[in-house]
């Protein structure tokens, strides 16, 4: 009899672990949609890849010839702190500036709730290294050149151009900010105050607009000049200060339900 009750205890404490699992305090079977738009800007322009001309705060001009960067590990979060985490594995999105659809990330099966907060990382996080876990991925990565060919590592962002210094002449620029193994982590996790409420119901779709600032990778808690450095990849001293920047570009314009 003592040994039934035991395994009864057990039984129940399984199924206990299971139904807390990526809730928020909800009905898990009333599900939603959310649909993320992210829009390339610098200020308050969109992006016009090769034919805009912008300016950062070392007087240099640019235009940008490709804009590229990994959104992983999204998280909604409630007022009262509660998250609902997107399954992992389907969590890693490829955004390319040069291509409309890919600056659409659809959520599905999200639980009913209101959620006020959204985190999300930039990059590929240090659990999955080497590469592993997220096979279903990769593929993307390598077709779209997001992979080290050299090392086993992604390129979180890959941001190139032309600049021109005050007084001097045209040339190219690249960054290319990623994590190099252990050696090396650029990852960073960034945590977005929703301007209004996301409100998820049993069958609804909602749409979330997020403003990526890409001026602010040249000039935002750190500052970079092109004219001093204009090729950054495997870089220790100056990727982790543009991944910092970077991690500051992101905001969330609007919120419909």
């Given at each position: 009899m003592k040994k039934l009750?035991?395994?009864?205890?057990?039984?129940?404490?399984?199924?206990?672990?299971?139904?807390d699992d990526n809730?928020?305090?909800?009905?898990?079977?009333?599900?939603?949609?959310?649909?993320?738009?992210?829009?390339?800007?610098?200020?308050?322009?969109?992006?016009?890849?090769?034919?805009?001309?912008?300016?950062?705060?070392?007087?240099?001009?640019?235009?940008i010839s490709e804009l590229k960067y990994i959104v992983s590990n999204i998280v909604l979060i409630k007022d009262n702190g509660d998250e609902f985490t997107?399954?992992?594995?389907?969590?890693?999105?490829?955004i390319n500036e040069e291509v409309a659809e890919s600056k659409k990330v659809n959520l599905v099966d999200i639980p009913s709730g209101t959620f006020t907060k959204i985190k999300f990382g930039i990059g590929v996080d240090q659990s999955k290294y080497p590469l592993n876990g997220v096979n279903n991925f990769i593929p993307t990565a390598e077709e779209s050149e997001m992979l080290w060919s050299w090392s086993a590592g992604y390129k979180f962002i890959k941001f190139e151009g032309a600049f021109t210094p005050s007084g001097g002449t045209?040339?190219?620029?690249?960054?290319?900010?990623?994590?190099?193994?252990?050696?090396?982590?650029?990852?960073?996790?960034?945590?977005?105050?929703?301007?209004?409420?996301?409100?998820?119901?049993?069958?609804?779709?909602?749409?979330?607009?997020?403003?990526?600032?890409?001026?602010?990778?040249?000039?935002?808690?750190?500052?970079?000049?092109?004219?001093?450095?204009?090729?950054?990849?495997?870089?220790?001293?100056n990727a982790p200060k543009l991944a910092e920047n970077v991690s500051t570009m992101f905001s969330v314009a609007t919120v419909s339900n």
């Open positions: 009750s035991t395994l009864i205890l057990i039984f129940l404490t399984i199924i206990s672990c299971k139904d809730t928020v305090g909800t009905d898990t079977d009333t599900i939603g949609t959310v649909n993320f738009e992210f829009k390339n800007n610098v200020g308050n322009d969109l992006i016009d890849l090769n034919t805009g001309s912008y300016t950062n705060q070392s007087n240099e001009t640019y235009t997107y399954p992992v594995a389907d969590s890693y999105f490829l045209m040339a190219d620029f690249i960054l290319h900010i990623g994590s190099h193994g252990t050696t090396l982590d650029n990852y960073k996790e960034v945590l977005l105050d929703l301007p209004g409420e996301l409100t998820i119901g049993d069958g609804t779709t909602s749409n979330v607009a997020i403003t990526a600032d890409v001026a602010k990778i040249f000039d935002s808690t750190n500052t970079h000049s092109l004219e001093v450095k204009s090729d950054i990849q495997v870089d220790p001293e």
